[in-house]
Nanobody, 124 residues
Framework: QVQLVESGGGLVQAGDSLRLSCAAS????????MGWFRQAPGKEREFVAA????????YYADSVKGRFTISRDTAKNTVYLQMNSLKPEDTAVYYC?????????????????WGQGTQVTVSS
């Protein structure tokens, strides 16, 4: 099993920045791909960004390219999502997820492990 714990969400104004963290523990050697997804009320869960512990990526959704940066600290088993120039439409619960294969990294249905989510609210 792999445990994922997100932190760093909050309430900010449009144009502000936030950094989310995802700490992984357990059998982390069984997974290589780390992804961030988000889900707004009444909407489907959508891909935000992904990378691998071994150095592939990063990969981004078009809606966040140029504003969000995903990174990793292998010594800490932690993945980060730096979010700049936040917009009200970025408001959602953000989830960290992990899986073994890089194939279809943007498909949330293929991820094996999920964190509990952290709320990000951007006011206009």
């Amino acid at each position: 099993q792999v445990q994922l714990v997100e932190s760093g969400g909050g309430l900010v104004q449009a144009g502000d920045s936030l950094r989310l963290s995802c700490a992984a523990s357990g059998r982390t050697f069984s997974t290589d791909v780390m992804g961030w997804f988000r889900q707004a009320p009444g909407k489907e869960r959508e891909f935000v960004a992904a990378l691998t512990w071994l150095g592939s990526g990063p990969y981004y959704a078009d809606s966040v390219k140029g504003r969000f940066t995903i990174s990793r600290d292998t010594a800490k088993n932690t993945v980060y999502l730096q979010m700049n120039s936040l917009k009200p439409e970025d408001t959602a619960v953000y989830y960290c997820a992990a899986k073994r294969s890089l194939r279809a990294y943007s498909d949330h249905g293929l991820y094996d492990y999920w964190g509990q989510g952290t709320q990000v609210t951007v006011s206009s």
